[in-house]
């Protein structure tokens, strides 16, 4: 059995009666930076919800989650809210969604920091300034004081990172926690994140629909789709070697480096979706690979190097570059 610090078995999660994720498994290591990645409605945020026990209600899970050991699924949310914010925290897209508009930033850094460590207010509020300082927010004894709406997209964005790591998690998960800002800020808030691991040995989970950003920040991959993985490993051997279909036509359209380049085009069609779900592999209607096993069976995570699994029942069958698969469409 691994040792990783965030063990995710045959994940479930249903809503009414579909399945948005079915039968998924991941491993977090402790310090490291796993990229979920995958189109819309491939169940990525559900996951990272999931594992936070933040789901909507009506949602159910199965299967299991576990944190240092300690199996999540099921637990009551007492178990959740001793472990939010201590050993587990979360940066999603919306900073506002996680802010008390009627709180300084400074007052909720220093709660959060009493809510864990016995600490004069004084004491806590030197630590959230000194928080705030540490996620590169300018004036940061200033702008303690001030009210989260008086903050810019990218400065709200820092101080959800600064609640989020106050504490010392062992784990962040991340949901596309730059997606609403323009990419200057972007890639700050994507360096801020990267520093914080550096220096304080922090895992996170980065959710994000942008290979790029993976490509630049991940130690690992994992690449989802219609709720299933499809190939999940280190980060160099997945792009330099994307054996599933689906991970290669998202490498085929991302832009080239240089502009000379020649880009090439996107996967054809739409994702598949958990209401309209084919029988097989989900991404057979659009896989330039496809064969008639795919459209009856779905394929199982196959171990092709350590730790590098891909789902795909034509793995042996594809031409060596798999990205070519894409070129051929592109005429
Ligand atoms: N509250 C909800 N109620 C019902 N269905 C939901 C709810 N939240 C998500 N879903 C469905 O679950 C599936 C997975 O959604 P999820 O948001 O996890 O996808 P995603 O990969 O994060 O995509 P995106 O990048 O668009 O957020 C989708 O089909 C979505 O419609």
């Known amino acids: ?6 063990q995710v078995r045959d994940l479930y999660i249903g809503v009414r009666d579909l399945k ?44 299991s989650v576990r944190l240092d050991g300690r199996e999540l699924v099921g637990a009551p949310q007492s178990t959740y809210r001793q472990l939010r914010g201590r050993r587990i925290a979360f940066v999603p897209q919306d900073a506002l969604s996680v802010l008390s508009p009627v709180h300084t930033i400074g007052d909720q850094l220093a709660l959060a920091i009493r809510s864990v460590r016995r600490v004069s207010r004084k004491t806590a509020r030197d630590n959230a300034v000194a928080a705030l300082d540490r996620v590169g927010i300018p004036d940061a004894v200033r702008r303690a004081r001030a009210y989260p709406h008086e903050f810019s997209g990218g400065m709200r964005q820092r101080a959800v990172i600064a609640m989020a790591t106050v504490n010392d998690p062992a784990l962040v998960i991340a949901d596309e926690p730059t997606t609403a800002l323009d990419p200057t800020v972007q890639a700050h808030i994507l360096d801020l994140l990267d520093e914080l691991r550096r220096d304080s040995g922090t895992a996170v989970m980065l959710v994000t629909h942008d290979l790029a950003i993976a490509a630049a920040h991940a130690d690992r ?14 980060i160099e051997q997945v792009l330099a070697d994307p054996r599933a279909p689906y991970t290669a036509g998202l490498i085929a359209a991302l832009p080239p480096r240089e502009s000379t380049g020649r880009r090439l085009p996107a996967i054809v069609g739409t994702p598949a979706m958990p209401g309209s779900l084919p029988p097989g592999c989900a991404f057979a209607a659009r896989c330039p690979a496809a064969r008639d096993i795919c459209r009856v069976e779905e394929p199982a995570p196959f171990e092709i190097g350590p730790g590098h699994l891909v789902s795909c029942h034509r793995l042996g069958e594809l031409p060596g570059r798999t990205t070519e698969l894409f070129e051929e469409i592109a005429g």
């Not at 059995?1 to 965030?6: E, G, I, P, R």
């Not at 948005?20 to 979920?36: H, I, Q, W």
């Not at 991959?221 to 280190?234: E, F, K, T």
């Open 20 to 63: 948005v994720v079915r039968g998924l498994s991941l491993d977090v290591a402790a310090g490291e930076l796993l990229a979920v990645v995958g189109e819309s409605g491939a169940g990525k945020s559900v996951t990272a919800r999931a594992i936070l026990g933040l789901l909507p209600t009506g949602m159910t899970v199965s299967g």
């Open 1 to 6: 059995m691994s040792d990783a610090l965030l």
């Open 221 to 234: 991959i994992l690449v989802m789709y219609a709720g299933r993985h499809v190939q999940s490993g280190p």
